[in-house]
């Protein structure tokens, strides 16, 4: 797009919330600034600022598709960097509801890195458009309000607030995570807060790099997950350098310790033998490293009636999961086609910016609504998780472990869970009429198969 349609915009916060929203903006607006606390990188190393980096991140392929399409060539350019890539029905083992998911060729290939290359990477490549600035080591103190309009930001080194700027800009996107002083920041401008939705967990896990065994192995990626109410689970997935990463989960007050005996230990009491039996042929190249995360949080923009234009709000700042599903960076994804598809729409009417807030923040709800479902779904099955629960909670409970089940089986019932689970297709693609009765079926598959076990256990031991 040779016209820019636009002045000015700013982006609070350069992680991978921000870096995409820069990518949309800077086909829009003349100079689009990104101001980060943390100093920049020159090579993919964890953040201070994201210290949940150092844990293993899975970009779904909701994800993977926005991204590589707003940047030609980056899913080469990962690969060429060390990334893996993944076949989620050939090389993913998973353990889920005391059963294995089949495997078979998937139609689903994802690819497996740490969260430093791929957000260093992103960020590289938003550095080269001639149009977007990013500011390092800078903080943002507070919005600039002019009694009709957000024009700007006021801020300062992040370890030097007596070095204070003023930054004006058409545009301010907060993206700076679950931390935003927004809302407090409306409120004080004579703006009522949004109300907050709050599913608390009390996640903690721990994380270890290891150097990935020559004895080869039938899986690429392994998942191990504890029936409720039992609450530990773990994951590993390769990393550039031919490593692992192992991150090991436990919810409410159910934590893996950050040594390296007790981290075994835990990886030994999971359900099945292939976690441990995995990390204890692996060399660890460090001591584990915890995180906790207490509650899934949602802001409600959508649902204020006034708000300062000029200002929008998303990734984390709009709404966090519990971390263990994966969703962050493709939920990140969603709010930047929302805001590209708002901005085609201004563009193509003539508009100005002054009301872009209210389509935004009603269609970045709808992307939300979709991952926050999933994952307080699967929070609400322990019943220590506090918030607000849906009437047919039970029913769905009770269905989604059935469709587990018959992922055991069912190689087309697995690929529609998979592609759910990368967000490709809504929950409402597991109640097919094809999808229903392959979960029917296979029960009755499963007690034949059951039976005939138990039948050729009874005659070996005659």
């Given at each position: 797009m040779e016209c820019k349609s636009f002045g000015d915009a700013i982006v609070i916060g350069g992680s991978m919330a921000g870096l995409l929203a820069a990518r949309v903006l800077a086909d829009y607006f003349k100079t689009v600034t990104v101001i980060e606390r943390d100093e920049r990188s020159e090579r993919p190393e964890p953040r201070r600022g994201v210290p949940q980096g150092r844990h293993a991140h899975g970009l779904l392929l909701r994800g993977q598709d926005t991204i590589t399409r707003l940047f030609s060539g980056i899913r080469e350019e990962l690969i060429a960097a060390g990334a893996t890539p993944v076949n989620m029905g050939r090389d993913v083992k998973w353990f889920h509801f005391d059963v294995w998911k089949c495997r078979y060729h998937s139609a689903l290939d994802f690819i497996s890195a740490s969260r430093p290359l791929i957000e260093w990477t992103v960020a590289e490549r938003v550095r080269r458009l001639p149009n977007v600035k990013m500011l390092h080591g800078w903080a943002v103190e507070s919005i600039v309000y002019d009694g009709q309009n957000v024009s700007g930001v006021r801020m300062h080194r992040r370890d030097e607030r007596e070095t204070q700027q003023r930054f004006d800009a058409d545009l301010v996107i907060d993206a700076s995570g679950r931390g935003s002083q927004i809302s407090q920041q409306l409120r004080v401008l004579g703006f009522e807060k949004p109300e907050e939705s709050a599913v608390r967990i009390d996640v903690g896990y721990a994380s270890c790099v290891f150097r990935a065994p020559s004895a080869?192995?039938?899986?690429?990626?392994?998942?191990?997950?504890?029936?409720?109410?039992?609450?530990?689970?773990?994951?590993?997935?390769?990393?550039?350098?031919?490593r692992w990463i192992c991150t090991l989960v436990g919810m409410h007050g159910d934590h893996p310790p950050a040594d390296l005996a007790g981290y075994l230990a835990f990886a030994k009491s999971l359900p099945v033998p292939d976690m441990y039996e995995a990390l204890r042929s692996a060399e660890p190249l460090g001591e584990p490293v915890r995180y906790g995360f207490p509650a899934g949080l949602r802001r409600h923009y959508e649902k204020l009636r006034?708000?300062?234009?000029?200002?929008?709000?998303?990734?984390?700042?709009?709404?966090?999961?519990?971390?263990?599903?994966?969703?962050?960076?493709?939920?990140?994804?969603?709010?930047?086609?929302?805001?590209q598809t708002c901005l085609q729409e201004r563009v193509a009417i003539g508009?100005?910016?002054?009301?872009?807030?209210?389509?935004?923040?009603?269609?970045?709800?709808?992307?939300?609504?979709?991952?926050?479902e999933l994952a307080t779904g699967e929070d609400?099955?322990?019943s220590e998780t506090t918030g607000t629960r849906a009437r047919a909670l039970k029913l769905l409970h009770w269905y989604t472990e059935k469709v587990h089940k018959?992922?055991?089986?069912?190689?087309?019932?697995?690929?529609r869970f998979y592609e759910v689970m990368h967000l490709l297709k809504a929950p409402?693609?597991?109640?097919?009429?094809?999808?229903?009765?392959?979960?029917?079926?296979?029960?009755?598959?499963?007690?034949?198969?059951?039976?005939?076990?138990?039948?050729?256990?009874v005659a070996l031991r005659l």
């Open positions: 080869p192995r039938d899986w690429k990626t392994l998942y191990v997950v504890s029936q409720p109410p039992a609450k530990r689970g773990g994951l590993i997935l390769p990393l550039e350098g031919d006034r708000f300062p234009p000029g200002l929008l709000v998303l990734g984390d700042a709009l709404c966090s999961f519990n971390p263990i599903y994966g969703q962050g960076m493709s939920a990140a994804s969603m709010y930047a086609d929302v805001l508009w100005s910016l002054t009301d872009l807030w209210r389509p935004f923040f009603r269609e970045v709800a709808r992307a939300a609504d979709r991952p926050w609400f099955r322990y018959a992922a055991s089986i069912s190689p087309q019932v697995t690929e409402t693609a597991l109640f097919t009429p094809a999808i229903l009765w392959k979960v029917a079926t296979s029960q009755s598959t499963r007690r034949s198969m059951r039976r005939d076990l138990d039948q050729t256990s």
